[in-house]
């Protein structure tokens, strides 16, 4: 009897084939036939009940979203007809509506470019997250239902905060290009990374700064929320570095009006204007100019490459295609947002490359997300291409390298440069460019700004004015405008004088040059001169040999006396 073996998935079967030999007789041979009709009658329907078995499974699978995969392996994986991102924004802020237009531009151009993806499509499904915490962890919650592979965003730190713990527990990798507070480089957050530059950079630029006009003490004012508090104490931080301190901190509502934020109502114009038109050609507009003038400014430093100049060209085109509503300039947020589309589409292409799969689940299986999601994340942070903002790299803390930052003042002509920031070379006045390509020995300067008032004189801060009438300063029991003292405060003096609260307790105090010597084992002959030790030498001599006459016995002090009379 022949065998055949059936196999179907992880079913295996045995049925019977060809003709059986057995005796002749009319009623076996009958029964025989009949066991071999039926056999086969069996056959089809286990088949037949198989093969409904597998396409209930697929169908399963495409309904809840399963496609198993097993990983990296080491032949050449299959890759998708479509990849999907989510950019996570928000649309009705200047940040947002260029990072839209910008993103929109780089998938396609990825989708069009033949070395990246292979074929490979990109769409995105945007979401507005209206700068809500709460709709930034719904709508992250949304991606998660879909088949997305990387989150763009989201702009504001504070929402990044929430979000990178959605990231972490679905191992989806995060990439804002906009969240700049220092804390999210933190081994809290495995699944975000930077795409932007950390605050933690600029606020020691600020300090350099700071240091570098000779001021010591600052005032600070910021936002009330979560990246306003880590910066400034990001700041206080830095300037403590150089003997500085913030000697006020002015925490504002970012929904204050402008009669609660009068005294800070320049910087914030300030911000929306570098906002808007930061990295491109565009005019400052005239209105804003004049309560700007002589403000001294940082924004990041990104190299006037050919790529770059050529999307500045096409940005207007880019606009006026996404959107109706008006142009608007081109920041360096859109810049960044533009490399992140990028760095994801190199990141994939050498996670295929290396035959990488993507599968998608839905179910409580999330162990079958994890080696993807950190593989993926492996690939992002080990990019080295180069796009708009210049060389894009990674360090260890997952910042990006070569921090940079231009150091602006604005005239009555818009932006003037004075200077650059960098990293590695702190404040200078040539560009980056010229320095690495030449390096050379360069002094810490900066051109000069011109001040608010139209001055080139540099605010003093907190210092007596050279001008007006002097005080007199006196001790008491004579007339003086001022007095300095040991001074009762009593009932009758402070009818005729204010007094102020005392401003310094000495206590008990040694004052001692500030020298610094070596020591050996003749250091305790140092308190004392050689006059002093001589001085000191003679006194105990004397006083010894006074204590020794007190002690001799009275019959012999008589008998020295009576030996001297004789």
């Not at 002015?250 to 609660?260: G, K, L, V």
């Not at 911000?271 to 930061?278: A, G, N, P, S, Y």
């Not at 070379?425 to 980056?432: A, D, R």
Request: proline share 5%.
């Amino acid at each position: 009897m022949g065998k055949v073996k059936l196999e179907i998935g992880v079913f295996s079967f045995l049925s019977l084939e060809g003709p059986l030999l057995l005796p002749s007789f009319p009623r076996i041979q009958k029964y025989v036939a009949k066991m071999q009709e039926d056999d086969r009658l069996i056959k089809a329907t286990m088949i037949l009940s198989v093969l409904w078995f597998l396409l209930l499974l697929l169908g399963l699978g495409l309904e809840n979203g399963l496609l198993y995969a097993t990983g990296i392996h080491s032949n050449s994986s299959t890759r998708p007809k479509t990849v999907h991102i989510g950019p996570l924004l928000s649309f009705n802020s200047t940040i947002g509506k260029v990072a839209k237009v910008a993103i929109q531009a780089a998938v396609e151009d990825v989708n069009s470019c033949p070395q990246v993806l292979h074929g490979t499509q990109r769409k995105i499904s945007m979401q507005d997250s209206q700068y809500s915490g709460f709709l930034g962890f719904l709508d992250a919650m949304t991606f998660m239902e879909t088949d997305i592979v990387a989150i763009l965003g989201p702009q504001s730190s504070v929402i990044a905060h929430v979000v990178s713990h959605i990231a972490k527990g679905f191992q989806v990798p995060l990439l804002s290009f906009s969240a700049s507070d220092p804390t999210l480089s933190s081994l809290q957050y495995p699944f975000l990374g930077r795409t932007g530059h950390n605050d933690l950079f600029q606020m020691a630029a600020v300090a350099d700064m700071v240091d570098y006009f000779g001021w010591r003490e600052v005032t600070a004012m910021y936002t009330d929320d979560d990246y306003g508090r880590n910066g400034i104490d990001a700041l206080e931080d830095k300037l403590a570095e150089k003997w500085c301190r913030i000697s006020y901190k002015a925490p504002m509502s970012q929904e204050s009006s402008r009669e609660d934020i009068t005294s800070v109502l320049v910087c914030l114009d300030c911000d929306k204007l570098l906002t808007d038109v930061k990295d491109t050609n565009s005019p400052v507009p005239s209105d804003m100019l004049s309560d700007i003038l002589g403000l001294l400014t940082l924004r990041v430093h990104t190299p006037n490459s050919q790529l770059k100049r050529n999307f500045i060209a096409r940005w207007s085109g880019l606009v006026r295609k996404e959107n109706g509503n008006g142009p608007f300039g081109l920041n360096t947020y859109g810049l960044y947002a533009y490399d992140t589309v990028w760095i994801v589409a190199h990141a994939l292409d050498s996670y295929f490359d290396e035959g990488g799969n993507i599968s998608f689940s839905k179910d409580s299986t999330l162990s079958q997300m994890k080696d993807r999601g950190q593989d993926l994340f492996s690939n992002i942070r080990q990019a080295n291409i180069t796009g708009l903002t210049g060389p894009i790299q990674f360090d260890a803390e997952r910042n990006l390298i070569n921090p940079a930052f231009d150091i602006i003042n604005v005239i009555g002509t818009g932006l003037h440069t004075v200077g650059y920031w960098s990293n590695f070379f702190g404040l200078l006045v040539q560009p980056l460019a010229v320095l690495i390509s030449k390096p050379s020995n360069h002094q810490i300067q900066l051109s000069d700004v011109i001040w608010p008032g139209q001055t080139t004189v540099k605010p003093c801060g907190w210092v007596f004015p050279n001008n007006g009438k002097l005080l007199r300063i006196g001790v008491p029991k004579r007339v003086f405008d001022c007095a300095i003292g040991d001074i009762a405060i009593t009932t009758n003096r402070t009818r005729t004088a204010d007094f102020t609260q005392p401003y310094i307790e000495s206590g008990l105090m040694v004052v001692a040059p500030a020298k610094r010597t070596e020591s050996n084992a003749w250091v305790f002959l140092k308190p004392f001169t050689l006059m002093m030790w001589c001085v000191t030498g003679s006194a105990v001599q004397l006083g010894s040999l006074l204590k020794v006459r007190s002690m001799m016995p009275f019959s012999l002090l008589c008998f020295l006396k009576n030996a001297k009379e004789t």
